[in-house]
């Protein structure tokens, strides 16, 4: 099983003010929408009992805790799902929200370029269904009417 995590104990203070820059990467642009469409599974008020039951491991766990415990904390830790590939996600603000990458883990490792690829290939496979079935009623209506 793939496991990632992202937090980076580098992140600078920032000059002059006791605010941490927070310590995972911000999800954002092409990124963000990309991972939203890919993940449309989303939890955050039953996220506790999901963990329960499911089989989480231990460092994305132990990552979600260190999450809870950032300088800055999160508002909510969001779960993005697709089956077998979640990613657990921080998100700061209400209106404008932003979005941190803190785990993620699954079947297997993917980058955004391949990702791309896949929800391209699903919208056309949903393209080519919808056109197949509306042909399919198509003949059989015109059948139908023939006979």
Do not use: C
Request: hydrophobic share 40%; charged share 25%.
């Amino acid at each position: 099983m793939y496991i990632e995590t992202f937090y980076d104990g580098r992140a600078p203070v920032l000059g002059g003010t006791s605010e941490r820059v927070i310590p995972y990467p911000e999800l954002s642009g092409e990124e963000l929408t990309v991972w939203q469409k890919y993940l449309p599974l989303r939890s955050s008020e039953n996220l506790h009992s999901w963990l329960d039951r499911e089989a989480v491991p231990d460092p994305v766990m132990r990552e979600i805790e260190r999450a809870k415990r950032a300088p800055r904390s999160f508002d909510r830790i969001e779960l993005w799902s697709r089956t077998d590939d979640p990613m657990v996600v921080g998100v700061i603000g209400g209106e404008t929200p932003q979005y941190f990458a803190i785990a993620r883990w699954g079947d297997a490792k993917l980058t955004l370029t391949q990702i791309k690829r896949i929800l391209w290939v699903d919208k056309w496979l949903l393209l080519l269904t919808l056109t197949g079935a509306f042909g399919f009623v198509a003949v059989k209506l015109v059948a139908h009417t023939l006979s």
